[in-house]
């Protein structure tokens, strides 16, 4: 067995008992309307941000929620960006063979949502928000931590 088919294996594991885990703690969540609190994204005309969701093949109950928690956080906070090209976000599946390389490019443990920010198209910093998994629970801290996790690499950043 490969060292990336152990990977695999071992995430989706980890996926299934994540969704076992969290399965009650979704039960009973009640639907508060989420505040999006965006950070200005200052981009110069040659630099773009990618936020990624990478999922599997097997997908959970968690991993679903993440992927939905990061989509509607991207779609609603920033919707200029988008429309100008500045911003993507993406879902790619790391079991197709064609995307694989993205395991070793943001060094993935399990499935995950990476922020990259490029400049003429070539990767200058990119952050895996490993924290995405305890905070799947509560919409609101999820998509904070997503904003701020981008203004963090956001290169027009104010440091008041």
Known sequence: MTFRSMVLALASVAAVFCGVLF?????????????YRPPALKLAENQQMN??????DVRCTTCKLIEKY?????????????????????SINVDRPENAH?????????????????EDDMPVAWRRLDRVWELVADEQAFVDYLYAEMDRLNPGRRYD
Not at 102 to 118: G, M, N, P, Q
């Open 23 to 35: 399965a009650g703690t979704f039960q009973g969540q009640q639907d508060t309307p989420i505040v």
């Open 102 to 118: 993205f395991i070793a490019d943001f060094e993935l443990i399990t499935r995950s949502v990476v922020v990259e920010l490029t």
């Open 51 to 56: 936020v990624y969701y990478f999922h599997g």
């Open 70 to 90: 990061t989509v509607e956080g991207v779609q609603q906070g920033f919707i200029i960006p988008i429309g100008q090209g500045r911003l993507q976000q993406m």
